[in-house]
């Protein structure tokens, strides 16, 4: 089966090469990795550049409603916020895109038609993936169908875990086939995989299977993103990058709810990837929450003033 990167074509060829290729892959030093993500997350910023990230950071959201709860009424509010986050100042970037479940797309894109807001939908029975192939990918196809400009798969974990790496290879190539011209984000779920070098493992394995984005997790574990991993994330795709000319996005998910923490992680992505991805075609936040911090925050810096949770629509 063909991937986006020919030079490793052999590293795919079995199963056996495949877990020979990850378990080549150089062992995470997690002292050394949380040490550099700590340490980057003190960098000071100045006011100016502060700005410029809180308007970067709320062009990379991925506003997100996920629940068993969403109805066409919530899903249309949030696409209104994405379009228009700050109805008081229109100088406020729109978001990146709205994310919802497959039944909620075909809303959602009604709601963004023309705005430039991408639809994503979460798919391949999210957020566990316990399901048969046939039915991951009617998931994907229906979601598609309905105009979902991304998709967000969840990996077969307990496949992963249980060291059959071919199979999370093949079903991602599965996926990928039937996204079309949709992008496809490759969630991980990192809390779940229980090391680094899994993590480091997994970023390979998406990437080498056509994944546009890798993505650390669904929000629905205790562990989420973090510093580390995403780190350890822009470390693999910035690698991959220089072996294969391939670049490939990279999407926090979960946990992020300050504009301190989104920063944070931006530091992260322009020290370790670079400016290259310092744009929302390459780096997004999944969130829900986020956004509303980022509202107070540039309100404070445009007028002096800090407004409250109040002066921002409530997800």
Not at 20 to 41: Q, Y
Not at 141 to 149: F, K, S
Not at 154 to 160: K, N, Q, S, Y
Not at 231 to 257: S, Y
Request: aromatic residues 6%; proline residues 4%.
């Amino acid at each position: 089966m063909p991937t986006t990167a020919p030079a490793f074509a052999d590293a795919t060829a079995s199963d056996s090469a495949l877990r020979r290729f990850l378990f080549g892959l150089p062992g995470v030093d997690a002292v050394g990795l949380e040490a550099r993500a700590a340490s980057l997350g003190t960098r000071s910023i100045k006011t100016t550049a502060k700005a410029y990230a809180i308007d970067l950071a709320i062009s990379m959201i991925d506003l997100t409603t996920l629940e068993g709860a969403d109805t066409p009424g919530k899903v249309r509010a949030l696409a209104a916020k994405a379009v228009n986050p700050d109805p008081t100042d229109r100088t406020t970037p729109r978001t990146a895109a709205v994310c919802v479940y497959p039944d909620m797309a075909a809303t959602a894109a009604a709601a963004l038609a023309g705005s430039g807001v991408k639809v994503a939908s979460v798919a391949t029975a999210f957020p566990a993936g316990r399901a048969a192939l046939d039915v991951k990918l009617a998931d994907v196809r229906d979601a598609v169908a309905a105009g979902a400009d991304e998709i967000d798969m969840v990996i077969d974990r307990g496949a992963f875990l249980s060291g059959r790496y071919l199979k999370v290879y093949e079903e991602i190539l599965a996926v990928k086939a039937e996204c079309g011209s949709a992008r496809l984000k490759v969630i991980f779920e990192t809390g779940e995989l229980s090391t680094y070098d899994n993590i480091r493992r997994a970023s390979w394995l998406g990437m080498l299977a056509g994944a546009d984005f890798i993505k650390t997790s669904t929000g629905k574990v205790g562990t989420n993103a973090t510093p580390a991993n995403t780190l350890l994330m822009l470390e693999a795709v910035r690698d991959f990058r220089e072996q294969t000319g391939v670049q490939i996005g990279v999407k926090p998910a979960g946990g992020i709810r300050t504009s301190k923490d989104a920063i944070k992680f931006l530091v992260l992505v322009n020290e370790t990837a670079g400016e290259d991805w310092l744009d929302n075609h390459w780096f997004r936040f999944g969130a829900s929450s986020l956004l509303n911090d980022l509202l107070m925050q540039r309100q404070k810096l445009s007028t002096g003033r800090y407004s409250g949770p109040d002066y921002v629509t409530v997800d």
